[in-house]
């Protein structure tokens, strides 16, 4: 069959993912062990290498191959290809090159001055790279928004979460809002009684930092992911990264708590494996990327929330901590379960328990949302912070910028519209076990046998194995029956917590 322009535009969109390969080694390597010294020079470099990218996106001659390419007889798989190819034309001819670059090297500068302000607390500081961040943010939106029709908010959304708007984010969010925080009181209620009759036994360190890369490296291993394809390092601020081929995962130690490096080592875990799995034969082609971000979200909460904070789950890993930590009454499943699924509204988004977390992205979102639509500037958010975390979740973050504002890499990085993503990947989530538990009815006996491929197999034929094929809503539909409904996460939360 002729179709010789969509097989010109898939050699270049192989060649594009090629340089994205080593941009996002270069990206690790900046993040995990590049001396700090180096920012400067490897900022310069990534930023050509984003115009480079733009260079290949922006090609004049795709024009034409795009629209000769529509009227060629491709199967559905290569249409839809087409279809993400030209979705990611567009987004790149919204943009000048020059604003590429210096959005990248706004972002590089601005987050590798946010590594040492915010452990010094040092708002002011931070303040004098972000505005120049927050302006480009601002004029990303506005180009965007005119080349799709999207309002400024939205059509920074629209990067992460295609399909998604404000108004739907909204709906759901205010959904939540109804009936969240008094689950929430409720449940630190009964928590409250039952440690009052049987206080929880609290797990005495130090941990060893070696131990703790032990039993993370051990826990990957059960959760299958492949070592042959990826690696675990330490960063500031825990991500997956690196390319299916070789996806690179990083996690964050303290001496006194282990369960952060677990949790974000599981969490990121669930990324890696999605990355792992995605189709290989179209690998290089937008068709065989990750869907979303609230779909990737869902991965890592599929196996940090849904998962590893199920009782048989931490009945299975229970005998591990005890085996790189020594043996203490903490590490018994029971004790374990209570600390681990414990109901505490706290100052950190990462370590915050399932039902307080929402609440950290509602924040996030509502200040976000008003920096790009100009109704809220720079010097309005810790003020703004502030009085959120009073209000969802009766936290006093005043003058604390390292523990408030400061906590998050997203907005020092100019990635707005992201926030969003966390929590629509927790509803996704819950979406898909509640899947799966139709089809397993003995889930939980089977993993706490170690079976956990009934969790695996139905994640990588319906998600993992789908790429970019479907929309988002499509793809919901056809995993798991409708489009995303919040109504399952409400179900999980309180049949954890209450049931």
Sequence with gaps: MNHLAYDALTQAWTRQYRFSHLQAMAGWDRAAVMPPKGNAARAEAMAEMDALLHRLRTEPALAGLIETARDEPLDDLARANLREIERDWRAANALPEALVQAESLAGARCEHAWRSQRPANDWAGFLENFREVLRIAREVAARRADSTGLPPYDALMDRFEPGMTASEVDRLFGDL???????????????????????????????PKAAQRALSLEVMGLLGFDFDAGRLDESTHPFSGGVPEDVRL???????????SLMGTIHETGHARYEQNLPRERLGQPVAQARSMGIHESQS???????ALSRAFIGLIAPKLAAHFGAQPAFEPDALHRSLTRVAPG?????????????HVILRYRIERGLIEGSVQAEDIPALWDEGMASLLGVDTRGNFR????????????LFGYFPCYTLGAMYAAQWFATIRRGTPDLDARISRGELAPVFDWLRENIW???????TAELAVR?????????????????????
Excluded: K
């Design 465 to 471: 194995s789908q790429g970019s094929r479907w929309t």
């Design 301 to 307: 909460l599929s196996f940090e929330m849904q998962l």
């Design 177 to 207: 809002q109804s009936w969240l925080p008094a689950l929430v009181h409720q449940v630190r209620d009964r928590q409250a009684s039952a440690a009052a009759a049987s206080p929880i036994s609290a797990a005495a360190g130090p941990f």
């Design 250 to 260: 990083t996690t964050r130690y303290g001496e006194a708590d282990f369960v952060q």
């Design 479 to 499: 995993a798991s029956g409708e489009t995303l409904n919040p109504l399952h996460f409400r179900r999980h939360l309180e049949a954890r917590y209450l049931g």
């Design 403 to 414: 523990n408030g504002c400061l906590q998050d890499t997203h907005w020092a990085s100019g």
């Design 347 to 359: 100052f950190i988004r990462v370590d915050a328990d399932e039902l307080t977390y929402p609440a």
